[in-house]
Nanobody, 125 residues
Framework: VQLQASGGGLVQPGGSLQLSCAVS???????ISWFRQAPGKEREGVSCISRDGRKIVYAGSVKGRFTVSRDVDKRTVYLQVHDLKVEDTGVYYC????????????????????WGQGTLVTVSS
């Protein structure tokens, strides 16, 4: 199963972006997670959505500003990012996990089975 993240770019503080993660496999078999890595920092789990779409988790630093959703027919998971801050700058990755129940998802990097290449988000005035 391949994953492809896209949608990053340069945005001013307070701006918005929609990131997409195209998945070659069925979303009903893949829980998808979003991570980001800022320069010089460790990779951070941002959000995840379970295989059945019923469980969604957000990191505290993005709760209320980021929204994850999915389109099963398009095999795509979206991350809407609003009210962006300079500290949101980084490379955003999507990753998948098939193990666990249908309502399971994780923002722990070590639990991921596969990763896509990242998309760069730069928040700057």
């Amino acid at each position: 199963v391949q994953l492809q993240a896209s949608g990053g770019g340069l945005v001013q503080p307070g701006g918005s972006l929609q990131l997409s993660c195209a998945v070659s496999g069925e979303l009903n078999y893949n829980a998808i997670s979003w991570f980001r890595q800022a320069p010089g920092k460790e990779r951070e789990g941002v959000s995840c959505i379970s295989r059945d779409g019923r469980k969604i988790v957000y990191a505290g630093s993005v709760k209320g500003r980021f929204t994850v959703s999915r389109d099963v027919d398009k095999r795509t998971v979206y991350l809407q990012v609003h009210d962006l801050k300079v500290e949101d700058t980084g490379v955003y990755y999507c990753a998948r996990r098939t193990a666990g129940g249908s309502t399971f998802c994780s923002t722990q990097a070590q639990m991921m089975a596969g990763w896509g290449q990242g998309t760069l988000v730069t928040v700057s005035s």
